[in-house]
């Protein structure tokens, strides 16, 4: 016992602790003489003692009561909730588990039965099946653990809410899994990890946001004290420590004097000794990781401190043992480490003070709305709160706080509460329609004592814009943050859209300062609290090359256009990213390689009124063999999804696929709301594929020139699984090439298919209801189809030509191009094969267009009477909610550019062809105007607008309705400034009138510009004076009217 003899030199020494862990200093010198045998694989009926209160917590001292442990956390909801646990022993689940090598480790026969893993992973928002107590290892080992799932979140503890594991090592162990496995805990929220190890243990995995201990903490966990010493394999984003620090806005999370020499290796990319991400509000600090790695963090928004790289040899010696002891001296409740032969270890003998150690038995617990929530319910003015009442059952009252100030609940006395008996929920009136709110409530019992409640905060919920539909309509986005501008077209870099979507930190705002042609060097994932405002572009808009944009939490994504193209790595081109309230609206994506749309592992998203088109068939895909078409639209999963109102054009297959997947626990997974969609010449696969609950209503599917498949549903049953698949059919036509129209059959327009061998299925793949609410306008299929022929796709600031000519193909049931390699008629191969990337010039913003850069142009403040001269970073006039709506005046600015716009001086006469407006209005249309200024009138399908001399917004509502007596309504804004603005238009021009021209290459930089004598024709210009090459050329007629052209020279 040499080791009992070493002089703490730690600030705080306390005898008590010191004898409370003399057990323990036994064990760690002697650490075999406690362990317990291996597991038989039971579950005991009793703990070893204890009644899980503080002072006496349930005791864990055989591998059969750690099952008991498990099985109660996993089965019996709010079971851990308030309540401690204590490990006595050493235990030993099964031998040699982290040295066995074999192959056939990942595929979860190795060792029978698997080890239990602590509480269940339901999804990201609910914490039913957490572990939500307090457990201390108090220096015990667990080791030969063996979990394998093709799930997220495997790990010893699934998931943990406002908990603490303590004092504990992981050994000798095995895990595999998708996203998030881990050594000790697959996802912390709002919880504590100190004093903890992961040691000789195997990590392996084909998902993301892998860590040795953690895949990821979010809101105010903490990881401290700890180290790994372990071998981790995962498709990318690993961490030494951790997968992923936090997830957004109110992280808040603290990684501290942690260690890891763990080996990690990712297929795909980034891996760090610490971690692979560090979110906005968070901090890492006094960490050290192996040099073999290349960095602590690989992407940093966060705080990181004293952080240093070791060479492997380094970790053995005396000088980091000291450095950690000395960080651990101001750390509560942290142990001190000591020398080991590879490695810094914890030596469990000697603690620092704990502090005044809460006791939350006698807390409340488990908020809802959860803490940190952005979107709560409170559209009727309050929002219901609830919670759990102390579990030590002594309550007699609470005080319940609440406000906007979150520093002024630590002033409030209880002549500022409102008091209640035991009742706990309350339904509490907003303060603010869109502020943030804090909360708690404290406990008194019968002897007047009063323990402190936890502050919560929540935010209510609001529409990410008017006319966000579906389950990502509430998404939050860059609401309350700063703006940033992209002003150059710049792969990445300051200025750039890549730099804009992912450097930086908290929600923001995007705003385009200039229009062209963006070529990617690689996909761009964007952050979360994102809103990315395509219409604020100029001239033609912004085009995304080369790449993909994942669509990240909380983002809002409007009028982006994204043609990834054939020369590009195999991909999509837009698609959600791990998404969980998230909106795309009218966006564009086409000429993906793989899927070109995708949403995956997905939960309260929309994409709505977008284009999915010419997914490129025989491209070369990394994983199929030469020649194979996979030119697929979209694979689509959320819980719950919402795909409406969109147009999937000229794609072979996977129109949509649905990619439900399983949860977590293996059942089959997703629900997904699929209505109000056109979809155009397709080839051989329509909708299919699985997912547990489908809506599929009143979708328009026109047969085009070669199209295969008469099928438009078909539900897979593939795998023998737990769970469910089953649809809702509803209301859908099949647009034949005779022109005739099919509705609903079974095996005629929708099928079953059960491809496991099992020759039937024991529920009802088709049911009569809706299995869920579609919060949104639903249409006919007919009137779906000219709506969304009407209104779709990244249209404004201007749709571009390819978007208008695969719009006109549906239309007319005709095609253009044919594919280089497959020959198929309207689906292409590669870009090429329609003439490739258009012209998208580049134009840039004057200068004084928003003097501030507060995101509101001058002529929106002039209007609106804000400071055009705010400070810098000053965001109080976009900020503002003058009219008590909800949204703020950039909201508002935004919303008017979303709709087709006119700016116009006093007195400024135009007209609009109301024909371009309803396209998908053909038969007999006729149009009506809601005008209450009287500024214009409708002559046939001509709008004509007299701009009143007054400045204002001056909202104009026109309708259309046809023969069939299907009818639109859109929105006309007309802005009356001052200000000299450019109006963008799409109009005819004289092609023997040309005045000036302006020559671009493909990646839309200026080469050569000039004018031109009266009545030119645009076939007489000269060719650029450059080398061989394909140019585009834009000219201006005599009227001002101006036209893009693609030209080639080839000699």
Known sequence: MEAMTIRSNLKYHIMKKLFRHFLSAILFAVPCMYASAAWDGTSAAEYAGGNGTKDNPYLIATESQFAKFANDVSTIPGFSRGRYFKLTADLVMYEGVGSNMSSSMNGGKAYSPQTPMV???????????????????????????????????????????????????????????NARFAGIVGKMVDSKLINCYVKNTRLEGYGSYAGCIVGQCVGSSQIINCYSNATLTAKNNAGGIVGRIGEGKVDSCIIDNCVSI?????????????????????????????????????????????????????????????????????????????????????????????????????????????????????????????????????????????????????????????????????????????????????????????????????????????????????????????????????????????????????????????????????????????????????????CIANGSVGIANDNICRFLRSRRGGDADTGGSIGFYYADNAIIDHATASWGTDETFSSRSCQNISIQRSIISEALGIAGHRKYPEGTNHGYAATIGGDIGSFHHNLLANCYGRNWSMGGGTDANGYYAGRLDIFNNVVYNWGTRTTDGGAHEVNFVNNYYKMGVDTRLTTLFTINIEGNLKGTQSAYVSGNIRDNKDGSLSTDKLNDTYRLSIDDGRGSIDWDAFVDAPYFPSYAKIESAQEAYKSVLSDVGANLPLSDDTDRRVIKETLERSYTYVGSKSGIRGEIDNEKDAGGYELYPEEMRPADFDTD????????????????????????????????????????????????????????????????????????????????????????????????????????????????????????????????????????INENDIRSYEIYSLGGVKIESGNCAENTSVYTLGLPNTGIGIYLLKVTDGMGMTKSYKIVKDK
């Open 262 to 542: 763990s080996t990690l290796t990712t297929t795909k990319s980034n891996k760090a000794g610490i971690s692979s991400e560090n979110s906005s509000g968070s901090i890492v600090r006094n960490c050290f990781y192996a040099n073999t790695l290349p960095s602590a963090i690989s992407s940093d928004k966060g705080k990181s401190e004293n952080i240093s790289s070791l060479a492997p040899e380094a970790f053995a010696g005396d000088s980091i043992v000291a450095v950690l002891n000395t960080n651990a001296e101001n750390i509560p409740g942290a142990c001190r480490w000591i020398r080991s032969s590879m490695c810094p270890a914890l030596d469990y003998r000697i603690f620092t003070i704990d502090g005044d150690e809460v006791d939350i038995s006698a807390m409340a617990t488990s908020p809802i709305p959860a803490d940190g929530n952005l979107h709560a319910d409170g559209d009727s003015g309050a929002v219901l709160l609830q919670w759990n009442a102390a579990i030590d059952g002594k309550t007699t009252k609470q005080y319940l706080y609440i406000g906007t100030d979150k520093n002024s609940l630590s002033a409030v006395t209880p002549d500022d509460a409102i008091t209640l008996g035991t009742d706990t929920c309350y339904n509490a009136p907003l303060q603010s329609k869109t502020a943030i709110h804090y909360w708690r409530v404290d406990r008194v019992d019968a002897d007047g004592v009063v323990t402190k409640g936890s502050v919560w905060s929540f935010q209510p919920r609001l529409l990410a814009f008017p006319g966000a539909e579906g389950y990502g309509r509430f998404a939050h986005g860059g609401r309350g943050g700063k703006v940033v501008y992209v002003t150059n077209l710049n792969a990445s870099g300051e200025g750039s859209f890549h730099h804009a979507v992912t450097e930086g930190s908290g929600p923001r705002t995007v705003i385009f300062n200039v229009s062209g042609l963006i070529v990617l060097d690689d996909d761009v994932k964007c952050d979360d609290y994102v809103t990315i405002a395509g219409q604020t572009a100029p001239g033609k808009g912004i």
């Open 853 to 988: 850069l507060d995101g509101l142009p001058d002529w929106w403040e002039e209007i609106n009477g804000s400071n055009v001269n705010s400070a810098t970073g000053d965001y109080s006039d976009s900020h503002a909610d003058n009219n008590n709506d909800g949204f703020s005046a950039l909201e508002d600015y935004l919303a008017f550019m979303a709709s087709p716009n006119k700016i116009l001086k006093p007195g400024e006469v135009t007209d609009i062809d109301l024909k371009a407006m309803f396209a998908g209005y053909t038969q007999s249309p006729m149009y009506t105007v809601d005008d209450p200024q009287s500024i214009s009138h409708i002559s046939g399908s001509k709008l004509t607008i007299a701009a009143p001399s007054q400045i204002g917004i001056y909202p104009i509502t026109l309708t259309v309705t046809d023969g069939d007596g299907a009818s639109y309504t859109r929105l006309l804004n007309i802005a009356v400034t001052q200000k000299e603005i450019l109006n963008i238009e799409q109009t005819v």
């Open 119 to 177: 509480g269940n992973f339901t999804d990201e928002t609910t914490y039913t099946a957490a572990f939500e107590g307090i457990f201390d290892g108090d220096g015990h080992t667990i080791s030969g653990l063996y979990s394998v799932d093709y799930a997220i979140c495997v790990s010893l503890f699934r998931i943990t809410y406002n908990a603490t594991i303590k004092n504990l090592g992981v050994i000798d162990s095995y895990f595999y899994g």
